[in-house]
């Protein structure tokens, strides 16, 4: 269900908690520091630019801000451009020490000022890298809903009412809430104590309130707590999502289904409604 990696545990494909999880790390460790050289072992990783623009891009230059919008990372290059993230399904990011291992599937390795390293790690390569002119062009090219943390109750309101199918397919829609993947969708729907199944158009008041709550403050406490599995609570749903595992609410058991040909992990006797 997780797979554990060097510098902490994180979930095996990346949402928006590892990746502001990322995101702060990168803020904390990679910014105001010269890139003096670059190494891109894997190129197939590059997106829309070369292995010789992205080093025209870099060398010489400094990392300055951060920017996470859903599972995309971006990070302005001396106020000049953006480095862009994705990180796919097995993606992550790792610093260093020059002469430490960061990771065993490194993709693009930046050497920063002070004998330190930033390694974007993906062992499935189905991440990218690439570079941005301008962040808001680049998510409006990307098709990107609403970043998840920022949705209002009146904005999930109106998108999901224009939504057909199921609620949980719908959270998953990166363009119309970016940030939310299979495993937070189930622990938010767990969380306001709504079925899967249910049609999203459908929501009532109080039930859509229930959500929206939700998205907030299950994607907050799984940033805070870097998407470990080991440090979120254990009445959620991700320390026991797992066909006939117990409810951690003593409700009965978690149940799989297939959802729009995606995977979901439910309490039949928690969520009803």
Known sequence: MFSRLLNGYILRVPELPDVEAFRRRLASNGLHRRISHLEVPDPTVLRGVSRQRLARALKGRELVRTRRHGKHLLVAVDDDG??????????????????????????????LAGRRRM?????????????????????????????ALEVSRTGLRDLLAARRGAVKPALM?????????????????????VDPRRPASGLDDATLGRVHRQIGRVLRMAADRGADPERLPDSW????????????????EIRSIRISGRGAFYCPDCQSS
Request: glycine residues 10%; aromatic residues 10%.
């Open 173 to 193: 829609d990166q363009t119309m809430v970016a940030g939310i993947g299979n495993i937070y969708s189930d622990e938010i729907l767990f969380q306001a104590r």
């Open 82 to 111: 953006w480095l862009v993230l994705h990180f796919g399904m097995t993606g992550f990011l790792a610093f260093a020490d020059d002469g430490e291992s960061a990771s065993a599937h490194p993709r693009l390795v930046l050497h």
């Open 237 to 252: 749903l991700l320390p026991h999502r797992e066909d006939g595992a117990p409810c951690p609410r003593g409700n009965g």
């Open 119 to 147: 390694v974007y790690d993906d062992a499935r390569r189905l991440g990218f890298v690439t570079m941005a002119d301008d962040d808001e062009q680049y998510v409006a090219q990307e098709d990107l809903g609403v970043d």
